[in-house]
């Protein structure tokens, strides 16, 4: 019969020996520039997605930061900065 001080010091070395393992493998991730986005995705002839032009998702952006709407996000500054809109700092929270 085992005691408990053996059964809890196998599990703490195989818990050693699975750190140390994991510690050796090499993960190879490949990030995609558009990860989920397959051929045809952005055309709007063959796109079964719904797509909107770059006017009106700037005048949608624009009306929810006039109207005092909060974003909350990450990379949200390089975002607004793409489509070319200030929105004040207090009205933007980063997670």
């Known amino acids: 019969m085992q ?17 140390i393992s994991r510690r ?4 190879r991730c490949v990030p ?15 796109s079964k997605h719904h797509l909107t032009s770059l006017k009106h998702a700037y ?6 930061a006039d109207m005092g709407c909060k974003f909350v996000g990450h990379g949200l500054k390089k975002d607004f900065r793409m489509a070319n809109i200030v929105i004040p700092p207090t009205q933007v929270l980063y997670t």
């Open 3 to 19: 005691s408990t001080i053996d059964w809890a010091s196998s599990l703490l070395l195989n818990a050693a020996r699975l750190r």
């Open 24 to 27: 050796r493998r090499r993960h």
């Open 32 to 46: 995609l520039p558009w990860p989920g986005l397959v051929h045809g995705d952005l055309d709007p002839g063959t």
């Open 59 to 64: 005048l949608k952006l624009r009306y929810l």
